[in-house]
């Protein structure tokens, strides 16, 4: 591997490793920071068995998921932390278009801020989802840092529990 592309890749490992810390840290500004603001779409899919096809819980552009970040103060939500763990599993580039694709397996963990009973339930951490990213990244070359292009959530989990409006 030659040193442009050892380059590349730790762009591409940075940026997905980036975006799941701001995540974690609710720092939603800063996660749009990672992503290209012309061209980044979010969505959020499955496959569900029951009717044999795959279902989008969520499709938005950079606006609409600026939208959606600016209104999450103002959902009655469940406030316990979601901690992302990510690990960056293959990254293929597009040398002529200076992209890559990058999938990432993902696991998603909730700690109770308080839950029904708070007193038995309060700091228990339980998997909250998993699946994983397929990321569409701009890499930098000199005139910017690497960018998110498009990032699809594909989850395995089918059953979410509340508090699920919270990108992952």
């Known amino acids: 591997m030659t040193n ?15 975006s799941c810390l701001r995540l974690n840290a609710e720092d939603w500004k800063g996660y749009l920071d990672l992503c290209d603001p012309d061209s ?3 969505r959020i899919v499955n496959y569900s068995p029951e009717i044999r096809r795959e ?32 690990t960056v599993y293959k990254v293929t580039f597009d040398e002529s278009a200076g992209e890559a694709s990058a999938i990432t397996l993902l696991s998603i963990y909730r700690t109770q801020l308080d839950g029904v009973n708070s007193h038995f339930e309060s700091g228990q951490t339980s ?8 990321d569409r ?3 930098g070359n000199g005139t910017g840092p ?8 594909r989850l395995d989990t089918r059953q979410l529990d509340i ?6």
């Open 4 to 18: 442009r592309e050892l380059d590349q890749l730790q762009q591409v490992h940075e940026l997905v490793y980036e």
């Open 40 to 42: 980044f779409r979010y």
């Open 55 to 86: 279902q989008c819980w969520m499709d938005r552009d950079f606006k609409g998921l600026k939208a959606l970040f600016d209104l999450l103060p103002k959902h009655n939500s469940d406030h316990s932390p979601l901690t992302r763990h990510a």
């Open 127 to 134: 998997l909250f989802a998993v699946g994983k990213y397929e």
């Open 137 to 139: 990244i701009r890499l």
């Open 146 to 153: 690497a960018r998110l292009l498009g990032r699809t959530v």
């Open 163 to 168: 508090g699920s409006h919270y990108p992952f």
